[in-house]
């Protein structure tokens, strides 16, 4: 079993005894030098009093063993509070003896709800995707990809139809179906036509509407006036914003022609509706993972999640209540992730997600210009890279901030800069880095100046004293399974309508990991001079490159980036 650092903070909680968690772990460098857990002296006193901590409780500490549980050192008082130290040599053994175990997410014992992400932002076309749904559709994408690769049942809602916007989330690396027909509507408009309130003469409805549906009521039937907007009970609804560009009022604001209890129910929003239903209804075996739902899984084991912009949402929320006062079989639980506005500093007028794309684009063409002294624009061993720093760029930037708060983007070149150590860009240089590094030893080991990799069982991973080779271990190798898992949970129990996602922690996190790689590589020499006596830390610290590698590459293609060889 692979050595956790959830598992050890568990293993030393309890060893204090009963009460809340103490223990948290060390992540700065100038603390990792001297402890790697740290339980803090209020929090002790808050437990023990003012007296020490006692002697059995420390004893008991250091022998502490179990599944995932990492081997103890040392532990003792220090004016902080009881410091802890790991068997650092144990550790690096454990884990570079299995570095697959670690770069990989960890499979639940149990299949947890299906999900249907749906993303209103992608039923219309590229040229009216604006930034903050932009931002929806690449939360949506990553959130996918975690949910898959921790093998949840997704299904993605609604499939594009623009003929357009398949070609540009190809260019995104978005990974979303295509539609091949439009689902049936039938049942939906005849429950529409049997339950909804007809106009009478004095009102007007929208073209193409069916009829009305008062909103309120639908509120007070489920019971679920937490987090839902106050005004829908007083809107009008005009539902061409869930067909195609987003309203421009703001967020939680009523129309200024608010007048109507009525919702009125179009053709385009019962369509809208039963793709959801299909969806749901119609869960087809998941090829790409092989799985099936159980067969009584029914509407109560899926959970809907609706990935909208802030703009987005106030028309959402109507579809919620329509889709349970239409659908029966309606799944209980649909969850609001409402992505924050974008702001666009010292951008004149509104950008739309194209225009974004194309910027950047010209901004790392004219950067490989200028580092390399000439256009590599059509250079065919360039052009996949061209495609690629865009994009990662774009994510990171995107990405990096939690999706409920406002992100700010800043268009400056220092975006695509390799020298920025928060940009996409930055993250893919190190990544070629480590490309590069593992390329110059297979050359010198076929010239003969290396011998082959030994087997990692023969590695004398005590070798590996530099702080800088724990930081990468500790801070990156070792928690990284637990990253994802924190980021593919869904608060599915939740109460309320809104649910919140932690799509920003693998951006953050492969930015802090390609700052400690560049930093350590910028210092130590990893491929020494082919002198027989340094063949040991040599391999020692290829193999914690090799892990820090293979978590940079997972980590990437959670972002649908694949790694780059060269930039």
């Known amino acids: 079993m692979r050595l956790g650092i959830a598992e050890t903070l568990g293993a ?7 009460g809340g968690p103490v223990w948290f772990k060390e992540t700065r460098a100038r603390h990792l030098r001297v402890r790697d857990f740290l339980a803090p002296r209020r929090a002790l006193q808050a437990r023990f009093g003012d007296d020490q901590v006692p002697e059995r409780v420390v004893h008991a500490i250091v022998g502490l063993q179990g599944p995932g549980v990492a081997p103890v050192l040392s532990c003792a008082p220090t004016p902080a509070g009881l410091a802890l130290q790991l068997r650092r040599s144990a550790v690096f053994e454990r ?59 997704v299904r993605l809602v609604p499939a594009v139809r623009d003929p357009h916007m398949p070609t540009f989330l190809q260019q995104l690396r978005v990974d979303w179906p295509a539609a091949s027909e439009r689902a049936a509507t039938e049942a939906l408009r005849s429950r529409a036509l049997a339950e909804l309130t007809p106009a009478r003469n004095t009102e007007a409805l929208p073209p193409g509407a069916l009829g009305r549906v008062c909103l309120k009521e639908l509120v007070d039937e489920r019971g679920r006036t937490t987090g839902y907007d106050p005004n829908l009970d007083s809107c009008l609804g005009r539902t061409r914003s869930l067909a195609g560009p987003e309203s421009s009022r703001a967020p939680h604001s009523p129309p200024a022609s608010a007048l109507c209890v009525l919702f009125a129910v179009t053709e385009d929003l019962l369509a809208v509706l039963a793709e959801l239903q299909q969806a749901v209804q119609n869960w087809a075996e998941d090829s790409s993972l092989g799985l099936a739902a159980a067969p009584d899984a029914g509407a109560d084991s899926c959970m809907v999640v609706h990935v909208v ?38 951008a004149p007028g509104t950008l739309t997600a194209p225009e974004y794309y194309e910027f950047r684009h010209a901004q790392v063409c004219k950067a490989s210009a200028l580092k390399h002294g000439r256009d590599l624009a059509q250079d065919p061993a360039w052009m996949e890279i061209f495609r690629v720093l865009p994009v990662a760029t774009i994510k990171f930037e995107m990405l990096s901030t939690a999706p409920q708060s406002q992100l700010l983007l800043a268009l400056a070149d220092s975006s695509i800069s390799t020298k920025g150590t928060k940009s996409g860009t930055f993250v893919m240089y190190n990544c070629a880095r480590l490309a590069t590094l593992f390329e110059s030893y297979k050359c010198s080991m076929e010239r003969g100046l290396y011998p082959t990799f030994p087997p990692v069982s023969n590695l004398d991973f005590s070798l590996l ?5 724990w930081l990468l271990l500790f801070n990156s190798v070792l928690p990284f399974p637990d990253l994802l898992s924190q980021t593919a949970a869904l608060p599915c129990t939740a109460p309320g309508l809104h649910i919140t996602a932690r799509t920003e922690m693998v951006c953050k996190f492969l930015v802090q990991l390609s700052m400690d790689f560049s930093s350590y590589y910028n210092r130590v020499h990893i491929l020494g001079e082919p002198r027989p006596h340094l063949f040991g830390q040599m391999f020692a610290r290829l193999q914690l490159l090799r892990a820090v590698r293979e978590v940079l590459h997972t980590g990437l293609a959670m972002l649908g980036l694949p790694p780059l060889s060269h930039i």
Request: glycine share 6%.
């Open 12 to 18: 030393l909680n309890a060893a204090l005894g009963p």
């Open 95 to 153: 884990v570079l003896g299995a570095v697959a175990a670690y770069a990989a997410p960890t499979v639940p014992a149990a299949l947890g709800p299906r999900v249907v992400l749906h993303c209103p932002a992608l039923r219309g076309s590229p040229c009216a995707l604006r930034l903050s749904q932009l931002r929806a559709v690449l939360v949506a994408d990553h959130l996918a990809r975690v949910l898959h690769a921790h093998r949840v049942s």
């Open 309 to 346: 912009s802030c703009e987005e949402e106030f028309q959402q929320q109507k579809l919620d209540l329509l889709w349970w006062k239409l659908d029966d079989q309606a799944p209980l639980r649909q969850k609001h992730l409402v992505c924050g506005p974008v702001k666009v500093a010292g």
């Open 465 to 469: 004293h530099d702080e800088g080779e």
